[in-house]
């Protein structure tokens, strides 16, 4: 059977994030922020869930953005434009809630401004008031900031060593605001489970609604895997098939992140070995 998925356009966004523009019409026609894609980079490859960081209607065509952690990111990274993904299947999970939001602060984390944007976007199209942190370990990791910028009513940008933007964490940029007198009608966090547990921890303070997305905890995004599995509100739920958004006041982060490092060695092993075969196949 013959490839079906074009890459239309591939961007180094820093040393370990690469965006795509595929060709997924049918997919770009339904997709809404919020919502992820399933993939597979060939015939022997494993099935890998991605969040859908943004879509052209018009164009046909869907981006992502990932990050290289493990084996299949890195083959997926290996591919150039004019190349082919094997399967692209979506779209999945239920659609970020934004309707009728006044004014939301959107709090992203890394590589989860991925996600963030998507949502930050949609806000801005429906007319909302948008204050955007979003924060990143050192400048050479930032992604996004002009997009940000464009759907953003006040952007902040926050890195921990102070090398772009201001010194210190989203929380802190975040709690500024509310001191300040900003009055939002949501937070929406997405990053690392610890950034969102710390969100979480300062909004509850505040009483003020706080959706996250638990797309860092999906495998196999059908709710079948259960790696997925977390606790909200003293409930089970699968982030993959009720999420990937949930109130932030309601997860079990600490549950979450245990699971969560299940993984990791397996993962660098897979990682490493993927590697090791593209050298060879280079040499």
Known sequence: MSRMYKIIKKTELNPTVTLMDVDAPLIAKKAEPGQFIILRVDEEGERI?????????????????????????EKLNHLKEGE???????????????????????????????????????LHNLGAQVHSIVGFRNKDLVILEEEFG?????LV???DDGSHGTKGLVTDALKELIES???YDEVIAIGPLIMMKFV???????????????????IDG???????????????????????????HLVDFDEAMERGATYKEFERK????????????VQ
């Open 49 to 73: 869930p991605l969040t859908i960081a943004d879509f052209d209607r018009e164009k046909g065509i869907v981006t992502i953005i990932f990050q290289i952690v493990g084996a299949t990111t």
């Open 200 to 218: 979480c921890a300062l909004t509850k303070q505040y009483d003020i609604k706080t959706t996250v997305s638990m797309n860092p905890i999906m």
């Open 181 to 183: 007198g900003e009055k």
């Open 270 to 281: 897979a990682h490493e070995e993927a590697c090791n075969l593209f050298k060879k196949e």
């Open 84 to 122: 082919y993904i094997q399967d692209f299947v979506g779209p999945l999970g239920v659609p970020s809630h934004v309707e009728g939001l006044k004014k939301v602060a959107v709090v992203g984390g890394g590589v989860g401004c991925a996600i963030a944007y998507p949502i930050a976007k949609k």
């Open 222 to 248: 059908t709710g079948m895997c259960g790696g997925c599995r977390l606790t909200v509100g003293g409930e089970t739920k699968f982030a993959c098939v009720d999420g990937p958004d949930f109130d932030g």
């Open 157 to 159: 940008m926050m890195t």
């Open 150 to 154: 464009k759907v953003s009513d006040k």
